[in-house]
């Protein structure tokens, strides 16, 4: 099996069968939490980002967002790009949102932009959970039905998050939840603008 | 049967220690988790409620004979970090269950289920822990691991990683699959 390039990194870094259903679940959202597990002592939410061993080219997808109009990759060339795998049972997914609207508000003047590509789930799964959020998102969230897109970067888990630089080649990397809102993830931004 | 058991233990010594596996019920529902830190690896098992493992997979329009396949496993919510400024990697294929009869079983890889799933025409391939992760300082996951017990039975939980090049092995004695019911209405 050959190993994808975009997880090396430099040393020393549709619907519901029933509202009644959905409603069960929402509340049990977080995957180990509610009144359905345990509660877990989720991780601390960090802002370490790993740089690849070598930069790799971004692959380039097509994906709709909520109002079905479809954005592409290769379109936002010239963008520092924040590229978030997510999905709504995910709940570090859920944690990390306020802060990716948060860096996305602060960098909205220069060319950067956040772009959250949902994966498996459809809008009328998605919108209701944004609508619930303390934080709105107002970022493009593009949904990856099929997982394909997913496939093409690699990504195993959920969520996952990509720094690609203004020449669409993915300079940084972080597995798991991250407040983005941090200053040394805010500075690698900059650094690459 | 024995023999891979046997294998094992042979090796614990050679591959590392265990680390101290901390317990803890939640007081709202009453269920268990399990917290283990080792050199560099952090490492949760948290009981799921079978009812709420259906609801889930039901509510993302998956079949039922997705969900009654799920049914015939206790699932426990899984966390695993990297916890050292290192690479960190875990392999699912290297983990074992030992049920009280001292029988050593390979727990069942996210490969493995969706494979499954594929032959039912279905091409989900989220919420079991990934087969294997190589992770940075700071990364973390989480997923489900599955047991084919029944609720409430207990296994012991070996599992591995490697750290820096080099292999660890670890054990979690009395692991216990949640109930059928909430154990507090």
């Given at each position: ?22 409603a ?58 924040m ?16 802060s ?44 990856d ?49 | ?7 094992l ?30 050199p ?5 098992f ?49 983990w ?57 039975s ?8 490697t ?14 699959c ?8």
């Amino acid at each position: 099996m050959v190993r994808s390039k975009i997880f090396v990194v430099r040393r020393p870094n549709h619907q519901y069968r029933s509202r009644v259903l959905f409603a069960a679940v929402t509340l049990g959202l977080l995957l180990f939490a509610g009144t359905a597990a345990a509660q877990p002592v989720a991780p601390e939410l960090g802002y370490k980002l790993s740089r690849l061993a070598t930069p790799v080219q971004a692959p380039d997808f097509e994906l709709k967002d909520m109002d079905d109009e479809s954005h592409t990759l290769g379109n936002l060339r010239g963008k520092v790009v924040m590229l978030n795998f997510w999905a709504t049972w995910c709940p570090p997914c859920r944690r990390e949102m306020p802060s990716l609207e948060a860096v996305y508000q602060e960098f909205k003047s220069e060319p950067f932009v956040v772009i959250a590509v949902n994966e498996w789930e459809t809008p009328e799964h998605v919108f209701p959970y944004i609508g619930q959020l303390a934080v709105f998102p107002s970022f493009p969230i593009l949904f990856d039905r099929d997982g394909k897109v997913s496939q093409a970067y690699a990504v195993k888990g959920l969520p996952t998050t990509f720094l690609i630089d203004q020449k669409g080649m993915i300079i940084y990397r972080a597995v798991g939840g991250r407040d983005f809102n941090h200053p040394e993830v805010k500075k690698l931004i900059r650094e690459l603008l | 049967m024995i023999k891979p058991f046997l294998g094992l233990i042979v090796l614990i010594p050679a591959l590392g220690f265990a680390g101290q596996a901390k317990e803890s019920r939640d007081p709202n529902t009453g269920l268990l988790s399990w917290k283990i830190e080792e050199p560099g690896l952090g490492i949760q098992f948290i009981q799921m409620l079978p009812d709420y493992v259906s609801a889930l997979y039901s509510s993302r329009g998956l079949p039922p004979e997705l969900i009654k396949g799920m049914a015939k496993y206790c699932v426990f919510g899984t966390i695993v970090t990297n916890e050292s400024d290192r690479q960190l990697s875990y392999r699912v294929a290297d983990w074992r269950y030992v049920t009280p009869d001292g029988t050593s079983h390979k727990v069942k890889t996210k490969t493995e289920w969706l494979k499954e799933w594929q032959s039912m025409g279905v091409n989900y391939r989220w919420s079991i822990l990934p087969d294997d992760q190589t992770f940075e300082a700071g990364d973390w996951s989480q997923g489900f691991t599955t047991i084919p017990l029944l609720p409430e039975s207990t296994f012991d939980l070996i599992y591995s990683w490697t750290l820096n090049g080099k292999k660890n092995h670890g054990e979690i004695k009395n692991l216990r699959c949640a109930p059928a019911k909430p154990p507090i209405p």
